[in-house]
């Protein structure tokens, strides 16, 4: 753990800091991602990293004792969650928080320009975000493999939910960059629970354990320069509005997953969200990460 090296993520920035932050970003990016495969929605070094992952498997010790319990509530919960032991309650909750990151990208990829059409380095770096993000869901669906579930589907979501995500990439920046870096945030948190209850419920299964944590490494270094990468699109008005937006925004999105409240405290995570300012982040996370200047003490 770090000693107070970093700022409170809602810390304001000016004009000049901002655009030097970006240029600063670009550069990491295309570093730490590696080339774009646009066709693919891919990225060349995440695309390794996965493929080192699938070819040396690992496996529960003892396998799900029930699979049907997963394929029966992953889309929509229709036991009673009391009822489904916590791995289970613990994988269709990836699921559907992944799924929801998935059907997000869907939403943007088609409406942002691609590379060929990006012209200024904030439409570059939004490129390869959603790019990462398509990683992310393949990550999480390796974490689901490993747990010996291989039959999968990422299905669109239905209703005003999927009308919600088609409508977000058409907003606005300016109304939009407040609440974008809010799921980001949101994001971070969420793995940063997760992480822990990987030690709470695996503890009887190291291996898995561990290859679900290298899993979720590999999303979290992404989603920690997500969140100073979005911040870094926020003036001094709009940072005070995503504090804010903490609060109503986890609720609201929490509340629509039930395994969430048997699985985690969302007070602790709005906590955590309104607090975050990097010094509790992993230094094996953090070195190879980005983090803004201004959020640097
Ligand atoms: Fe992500
Ligand atoms: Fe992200």
Known sequence: MNSRKFLSVFTSATEEQRK??????WEFTQHHAGELLEAEKDLAKKRAK????QEN???LRKPLANPDAFYRNYLEMKDDPKSLDRLTLMLTCIYKFARHEWVGINGAWDVVPDMANSHTIEDKISRVHLAEEYCHGRLFN???VTCGLDKVEWVPLTGWRKWIY?????????????PAFVTE???VSFYFHLDRLFDDILADEPEVRQRMKELLDEITIDEIAHVGQRRNFLGPVATKIS????????TMFYRDIPEVALLFNVNDMIKGGLAFDFNGVSNHLMEHSWVPSYCKA
């Open 185 to 187: 945030l949101m994001g």
């Open 166 to 178: 088609e409508q977000f990439p058409k907003v606005p920046g300016f109304l939009m960059d407040a």
């Open 20 to 25: 030097a932050n970006f240029i600063d970003y």
């Open 57 to 59: 498997p690992v496996k």
């Open 142 to 144: 390796e974490m689901l």
């Open 243 to 250: 504090q804010w937006l903490v609060p109503p925004l986890y």
């Open 50 to 53: 996965l493929l080192s992952f």
